[in-house]
C-alpha cells in the first residue's frame, strides 16, 4: 500500500491600501501676463484674483509670491527693468497693504474632502510705486506665484505658476524757462529778455530747465540770425548768447545744436544757464525798438 503526502502552498496577496494624497493646486492658469502703463500722476494698481482648489486630508496652505528676478532676492525691493537694467519699483500686497513675502501671505486650513474638490479665492494687488521718473520704454519682471502646504514657504510646494509683468513707460519731454535760480513748476515757454535802455554790456540771465525721461540734445535757432532787428528799419544791433558756460555763434536762421546728447534728466530737471549780452559797439543805432526771437527745442535722441 502505497501512502502519498500532497503539500500545497498557499499564497495569500493582500492588498495593502495606499493612504491618501492631498491634493491642493491653483484652478486654471494664475499666471497670465499683466501689463500695465505707468502714469506720473496718478496711482496705478490692478488687483489679480487666484483660486486654490483641494481635495484628500485635511491640510494647510500657504500663498504668497516670490521676489521676482530683479531684486537680488528682497521681497522688499521689487522691480521691474528695461533693457539697460534701469529699474521701475512696483510691490505686491494684499487687501490690507501688507507686501506678500516668504512668511506674509494668505494662508488657511481645508478639511478632509473626497469625491470633489472644495476651493477658496484669495485676491492681491500688484502696485506701481509713486514718485518715480522712469525711462521711456517697456521695462518686465517675472515673480513666481506659489502655493504651499504648510504655514510658510518652509512647507511643500504644491503648484506655481510665473506671472509675466510688463510696466510701460510713455516718453516725456517738457521744458521751462525762469528767471535765474527758479523753480520748474514756475518756468513758462515764451521768456521775454528785455533791456530796457540800450546799454553796451548790458547782461540779461534765465534758466532754462529740461524734463525728459530719454536722452536728448538741444537746438537753437535765431530768427534773425544772432540779431537784435530793429522793428521798421533795416537796422540791427549784434548779441552775445551763452548757454551753460558756451557762447553760441549763430550764422543763420538754421537751427544749430548747443548741448550734445545729455542723459534723461530725473524728475527734478536739469539747469542750463542762459545770458544774453550787448556787447561793445562804437555804431549807434538808430532809435528805436529791436527784437530777436530764438526758439529751444529739445530733440529726443
Not at 494668505?106 to 479665492?121: C, E, L, M, N
Not at 510696466?167 to 523753480?183: A, E, I, K, P
Not at 524734463?211 to 535757432?221: I, L
Request: zero cysteines; proline letters at 7%; aromatic letters at 10%.
Amino acid at each position: 500500500m502505497k501512502t502519498f503526502l500532497r503539500l500545497v502552498w498557499t499564497v495569500l496577496f493582500f492588498s495593502i491600501p495606499l493612504g491618501a494624497q492631498v491634493q491642493l493646486s491653483f484652478q486654471g492658469n494664475p499666471g497670465r501676463a499683466l501689463t500695465l502703463a505707468y502714469s506720473l500722476t496718478a496711482p496705478v494698481e490692478v488687483t489679480k484674483s487666484v483660486t486654490i482648489r483641494h481635495r484628500g486630508p485635511a491640510t494647510s496652505w500657504f500663498f504668497t509670491l516670490s521676489p521676482g528676478q530683479n531684486s537680488g532676492g528682497n521681497p522688499l525691493d521689487r522691480q521691474t527693468w528695461d533693457a539697460n537694467s534701469n529699474p521701475l519699483f512696483y510691490q505686491i500686497l494684499d487687501a490690507s497693504g501688507n507686501i506678500l513675502t516668504n512668511s506674509q501671505g494668505f494662508s488657511g486650513s481645508f478639511p478632509a474632502k473626497t469625491g470633489g474638490f472644495q476651493s477658496i479665492t484669495v485676491s492681491y494687488r500688484v502696485v506701481l510705486q509713486i514718485d518715480q521718473f522712469p525711462w521711456a520704454g517697456s521695462f518686465t519682471d517675472l515673480p513666481q506665484i506659489q502655493l504651499y502646504q504648510g504655514v510658510d514657504t518652509t512647507g511643500i510646494l504644491s503648484d506655481s505658476a510665473d506671472l509675466p509683468l510688463t510696466v510701460t513707460m510713455q516718453q516725456v519731454v517738457d521744458m521751462r524757462l525762469v528767471q535765474r535760480g527758479g523753480s520748474y513748476t514756475s518756468g513758462v515757454q515764451d521768456f521775454v529778455v528785455t533791456y530796457p535802455i540800450l546799454t553796451t554790456g548790458s547782461v540779461q540771465e534765465a534758466d532754462l530747465l529740461v524734463r525728459t525721461n530719454v536722452p536728448y540734445s538741444v537746438e537753437m535757432q535765431s530768427q534773425n540770425g544772432g540779431f537784435l532787428q530793429h522793428l521798421s528799419l533795416p537796422s540791427t544791433i549784434p548779441y552775445q548768447l551763452i548757454i551753460d558756460g558756451n557762447a553760441v555763434t549763430f550764422l543763420s536762421t538754421t537751427p544749430i545744436q548747443v548741448l550734445l546728447t545729455q542723459p534723461p534728466t530725473g524728475v527734478a530737471g536739469q539747469s542750463y544757464a542762459i545770458s544774453t549780452s550787448l556787447p561793445l559797439n562804437d555804431l549807434l543805432p538808430d532809435a528805436g525798438q529791436y527784437q530777436d526771437v530764438i526758439s529751444i527745442t529739445i530733440v529726443p535722441n
